[in-house]
Structures are given as C-alpha cells and as structure tokens.
C-alpha cells in the first residue's frame, strides 16, 4: 500500500558525513510520521530518529542528538537524515519507516511501512 525507498548510504570515514533520503509512494495520504531506524549486526533494530508529517516535530535517539538532522518535503513525500560527525557505531543499516498513528515515535512496531535499508559504514 504503502512503498519507501532509501537511497544514500555508503562508506564514510569518521568524523565526516552522510546524507540519506527515503521517499514514499502509494496511499501517502494518512502518513502521521516517518522515522529512521537502524541494525547492527548482532543487535536489534533501534529508534534514530522521527518526524511528524503535520507539524516537522522531530524526535532523536540521544547517541545522535546533536549530530544528525531529520527533515521533510511534503510535496516530496520525502525525509531526509542528514548525518554528520560520523563515529564507527553508526555503522549499520539504515531503515526508513511511516506510521499511520501518533503516539511515541520511537517505538518500531507501530511502524506500519518499511523501506529495503541502506547500508551506512563508517571507518575508524
């Protein structure tokens, strides 16, 4: 019903920085929020970030507080993470997700669409 892609992940060095976008296609219309959750290897999916779709409140994870930005484009029906001063343990893959509710937006399962991922490695 609902489709997102990810798009801009990479290598990057330590210390530099990352722009990533997902955009949603389909039944747009009722989307609440995206966010940006992330996977490491050997731990479970966490909460990055998140942005309401109505007012572009945003919400962070504290390990990237000050770091890394979450926007929108309405129009676009497309938000943006823009992460900078990259450590090593933000290595992971990257996943961009829309909920249809409000509500605490750092909880995955109320997260109803999902994107593919995109991998973002970061080098000491």
């Known amino acids: 019903q609902v489709q997102l892609v990810e798009s801009g992940g990479g290598v990057v060095q330590a210390g530099g920085s990352l722009r990533l976008s997902c955009t949603a296609s389909?039944?747009?219309?009722?989307?609440?929020?995206m966010g940006w959750f992330r996977q490491a290897p050997g731990k479970e999916r966490e909460f990055v970030a998140a942005?309401?779709?109505?007012?572009?409140?945003?919400y962070y994870a504290d390990s990237v507080k000050g770091r890394f930005t979450i926007s929108r484009d309405n129009a676009k029906n497309t938000v943006y993470l823009q992460m900078n001063s990259l450590k090593p343990e933000d290595t992971a893959v990257y996943y961009c997700?829309?909920?249809?509710?409000?509500?605490?937006?750092?909880?995955?399962?109320?997260?109803?669409?999902w994107g593919q991922g995109t991998q973002v490695t970061v080098s000491s």
């Open positions: 997700a829309a909920r249809t509710s409000s509500g605490d937006y750092r909880l995955t399962y109320r997260y109803d669409y």
């Open positions: 942005i309401s779709w109505g007012g572009g409140n945003t």
């Open positions: 389909g039944r747009t219309s009722n989307m609440y929020a």
